[in-house]
């Protein structure tokens, strides 16, 4: 089931969601707990959650400003992985994307990330340049990609 930031608290949703992108991203969490607070009362964000039952087990979080979205965080807990769930929480913001009729959906992934480039292209992003040393630990390029509409 995929829900919306509306259904928690700040506080408490924000040390979920740190804690799911802890566990996901090779290196850690790129954002620490205050980060996610402080995201999720940004008017511009939103977060596209999966549940199932009670547990947060992945998650996109975006900022939509006027026709396009940039995509901050595509997170799915290790033991899920490669299950679909990254493709249907992409498929779902693809369609909030047509609804508000943006134009545009922007995202970085790192250059060694072959799995998550992968399920970004078969979502229909293409790659349109590269940020160097765009991460950190380690130090990596950014591959910059976009869905037009």
């Given at each position: 089931m995929i829900i919306t930031k509306e259904n928690y608290e700040p506080l408490d949703l924000a040390e979920k969601l740190y804690e799911v992108a802890e566990k996901s991203y090779l290196?850690?969490?790129?954002?620490?707990?205050?980060?996610?607070?402080?995201?999720l009362v940004n008017p511009y964000s939103q977060y596209l959650i999966w549940l199932?039952?009670?547990?947060?087990?992945g998650f996109?979080?975006?900022?939509?400003?006027?026709?396009?979205?940039?995509?901050?965080?595509?997170v799915v807990?290790?033991?899920y992985q490669g299950g679909k769930i990254g493709?249907?929480?992409?498929?779902?913001?693809?369609?909030?994307?047509?609804k508000a009729e943006i134009r545009q959906i922007f995202l970085e992934v790192r250059q060694s990330n072959k799995v998550a480039r992968h399920?970004?292209?078969?979502?229909?992003?293409?790659?349109i340049g590269e940020r160097e040393n765009y991460y950190q630990n380690p130090v990596e390029k950014a591959i910059l990609m976009v869905k037009k509409r």
């Open positions: 290196h850690g969490s790129p954002w620490n707990q205050k980060q996610f607070q402080e995201d199932e039952e009670t547990k947060i087990i996109i979080a975006f900022h939509q400003i006027f026709d396009e979205i940039e995509v901050m965080h595509v807990l290790p033991a493709y249907a929480l992409l498929g779902q913001l693809n369609q909030q994307a047509k399920l970004y292209e078969k979502s229909g992003f293409e790659v």
